[in-house]
C-alpha cells in the first residue's frame, strides 16, 4: 500500500476553505429557494410521506430546543468555527480530515449566517429549516444541518479508527490504548 505524504498547510487550509464556501453557498441558495417557493408550515411532498419540503423557522437548536437562548447558539457555533479554522492552520494536513472539516465548517458558516443575519436580529436570528423525513425522526432542517451531522459522525469514525490529524497515517484503536498500558507497566518496573 502507497503512503501519501501529508499535506502542507496551505493545501489543508486551501481544501477546508473552498469545500466550507462551496456548502455555505449550497446551503444559503436552498434556504433563498425555499423562502421563495415555499409557504409556511404547508407539506410539499416530494417522495410521497418519506421526503417533503416544509418550510419554518427555528430560534432553537434541534427540535427547537433552547428557544429563548438563541445567543448561546450563535456563540457556539463562532466557537466551533473558529477551532476549525485554527485547526485549518495549526494541525490538519490529513486530506480525509481536511475534507471533513471543510464539510463541517461550510455547514456551521450556513446556520450561523442563519442567526446573524436573519430576523429577528443580529445573533439571534432563526434558522430557514425546510427538509422532513417524518418517517426517520420528528425534525426539520436544512442542508447545512445535512453537512454537520455528516460531518460529525465522519469525525467520530476517523478518532475511532485513529486516522491522525497530521496525515502521518493511522494508528489503530487499540494501540494507543495498549501503548498506556505498557508505559504504566514500564513505571512500575522502573
Given amino acids: 500500500m502507497t503512503v501519501r505524504a501529508p ?9 477546508i476553505a473552498i469545500l466550507a464556501v462551496l456548502v455555505l453557498a449550497a446551503d444559503q441558495f436552498a434556504k433563498h429557494l425555499a ?4 409557504e409556511f408550515q404547508t407539506p410539499v411532498p416530494v417522495l410521497g410521506e418519506a421526503l417533503q419540503w416544509y418550510l419554518v423557522l ?9 428557544e429563548g437562548v438563541t445567543w448561546i447558539f450563535t456563540i457556539a457555533l463562532a ?25 463541517l465548517l461550510g455547514g456551521v458558516l450556513g446556520n450561523l449566517t442563519d442567526r446573524l443575519l436573519r430576523e429577528p436580529g443580529f445573533a439571534v436570528g432563526h434558522v430557514v429549516d425546510f427538509i422532513s423525513t417524518p418517517w426517520m425522526m420528528p425534525a426539520i432542517y436544512n442542508v447545512a444541518d445535512v453537512f454537520i451531522v455528516s460531518s460529525m459522525i465522519t469525525v467520530a469514525a476517523l478518532t475511532l479508527f485513529g486516522v491522525a490529524l497530521d496525515g502521518t497515517g493511522r494508528r489503530p484503536a487499540g494501540e494507543a490504548a495498549a501503548e498506556a498500558v505498557a508505559d504504566t507497566d514500564a513505571a512500575r518496573e522502573g
Fill in 58 to 66: 427555528n430560534p432553537g437548536a434541534a427540535f427547537s430546543i433552547g
Fill in 35 to 38: 423562502l421563495t417557493s415555499l
Fill in 79 to 103: 466557537v466551533v468555527a473558529g477551532v476549525i479554522v485554527w485547526m485549518a492552520f495549526a494541525r490538519v494536513r490529513s486530506r480525509i480530515w481536511a475534507v471533513v472539516l471543510g464539510l
Fill in 7 to 15: 499535506l502542507r498547510t496551505a493545501a489543508a487550509s486551501t481544501t
